[in-house]
Nanobody, 129 residues
């Protein structure tokens, strides 16, 4: 059974940075896509970024392009989300998610929460103005 555990959230001032981590366990992730999503109070769960575990292809939501960076450490089975130049609009609970990738589908297919079948418990990110 896949387990995902997020860490690294917290309170930061606007313009600051945070790095979220997602520790994955329970299986080999070679053929997996790992994603980050976020959900603000009263809002839907929105796609943030995704990475293919094998080749390391990445995909980002337009709202975070140029500010956020997703990466992986295969040896540690950990996925990271580096968040720079944070704004109050980035305040949300951030979730790590994973799913087995279908080879012929691009990462753009994996922007919907319903595509993922493993989820972490979430970590709160609060950006003050």
């Amino acid at each position: 059974q896949v387990q995902l555990v997020e860490s690294g959230g917290g309170l930061v001032q606007a313009g600051g940075s945070l790095r979220l981590s997602c520790a994955a366990s329970g299986r080999a992730f070679t053929n997996y896509v790992m994603g980050w999503f976020r959900q603000a109070p009263g809002q839907e769960c929105d796609f943030v970024a995704a990475i293919s575990w094998g080749a390391g292809y990445t995909n980002y939501a337009d709202s975070v392009k140029g500010r956020f960076s997703i990466s992986k450490d295969t040896a540690k089975n950990t996925v990271y989300l580096q968040m720079n130049n944070l704004t109050p609009e980035d305040t949300a609970v951030y979730y790590c998610a994973g799913t087995k990738r279908t080879a012929y589908l691009s990462l753009s297919y994996y922007t919907a929460p319903a595509r993922y079948d493993a989820w972490g418990q979430g970590t709160q990110v609060t950006v003050s103005s």
